[in-house]
């Protein structure tokens, strides 16, 4: 069973993981506490063989659902910030910004969602909607 210690010492790394799914501090600091309350819960879900994947397991099924908003239908706009791009997010109720290093790559991630509607610095992009073999292909 997992202390109320190690809780306070998985936080730091929990936390840094957490950026890989999301910007917004109040969202990752969510995801890492639910994620310290699943393992509590039910400390089997570690592994003995491998206990930094099944943290990083637990930690991903918990940002999943955290933000699974991000199905969509979403409004995306893509725009330039210091050395790359901005992707943010928004269903009308919540947004999100993800950084990427190229216009590139923001796009590509875009057009992988479900879109409403897709701005690049400005203009409107036409695009498909992803299929949703290919939304659950990201997951």
Not at 16 to 28: G, I, L, P, Q, S
Not at 36 to 52: F, H, Y
């Amino acid at each position: 069973m997992l202390s109320p210690q190690a809780g306070r010492d998985l936080r730091p790394m929990l936390r840094e993981w957490a950026e890989r799914f999301t910007c917004d501090t109040n969202v990752r600091d969510q995801i890492v506490e639910v994620t310290i309350c699943a393992l509590i819960e039910d400390p089997d879900q570690i592994r003995s063989t491998d206990v930094r994947s099944s943290l990083l397991d637990v930690l991903e099924r918990v940002a999943k659902s955290t933000i699974d908003w991000r199905r969509g239908p979403l409004d995306i706009n893509i725009y330039p910030e210091r050395n790359g791009y901005v992707l943010e997010l928004s269903n009308g109720t919540k947004s999100d910004k993800m950084r990427f290093t190229s216009e590139k790559f923001a796009l590509g991630y875009a057009k992988s969602l479900n879109s409403r509607t897709l701005t690049l610095e400005g203009r409107v992009i036409p695009f498909r909607v992803a299929s949703e073999s290919e939304r659950h292909e990201r997951c």
